[in-house]
């Protein structure tokens, strides 16, 4: 932190850390988007993997289309699909863009996609991309079913349910 109480400050790599230049790609991490050579740096820095973001390569020439996505368990936000795929991001889920308006009624959440991209309601996953083929109904998080492995497939989109309880609950037919 600063004089002035910021906190928004990079933490240094301490002397005498040996990292390989090749160890890794560049990474961004924590809410400040702290930058380092390799995540070997970041490490040492105090970052942890599930902090950081790999950076898109200076050499990458994209599209310039801004339609966000969302990847990885770090949930790291890259401004296009291509530069995702550039910086080596998998399990990206497309952004909802801004100023969609979905009405807040009671449809259920959705997973859509290989990646299981979640979703509030189906308005949002359409503005997302993804049409009501290729997203499940959501097993609400206040049902209780016994925890009896014997799935069940549903539907157009072949969803697949731990049981009949939990395809049930998700109002799969």
């Not at 004089?3 to 560049?26: H, I, K, L, M």
């Not at 390569?57 to 990885?72: K, R, S």
């Not at 990206?92 to 996609?113: I, R």
């Not at 308005?123 to 997203?135: E, H, I, K, P």
């Amino acid at each position: 932190a600063d004089a002035a109480g910021a906190t928004d400050c990079c933490a240094q790599v301490p002397e005498g850390v040996a990292c390989t230049a090749d160890s890794t790609p560049a990474v961004t991490c924590g809410s400040e988007q702290c930058g380092y050579s390799n995540q070997c740096l970041a490490d040492a820095a105090g970052y942890s993997s599930d902090q950081c973001c790999n950076a898109v390569p200076n050499d990458v020439a994209c599209a310039a289309i801004y339609e966000p996505v969302t990847c990885g368990p770090s949930s790291c936000v890259y401004s296009s699909q291509c530069e995702a795929d550039a910086a080596g991001a998998t399990d990206c889920c497309a952004q909802v863009p801004e100023g969609v308006a979905c009405t807040a009624d009671s449809t259920p959440a959705v997973t859509c996609g290989s990646e299981q991209c979640g979703y509030s309601n189906q308005c949002l996953a359409d503005a997302a991309g993804y049409s009501s083929d290729q997203c499940c109904n959501a097993v609400p998080n206040d049902v209780a079913c016994a925890a009896i492995y014997e799935p069940v497939t549903c539907g157009p989109s072949s969803c697949v349910y731990s049981s009949q309880c939990e395809a049930d609950a998700a109002g799969a037919t």
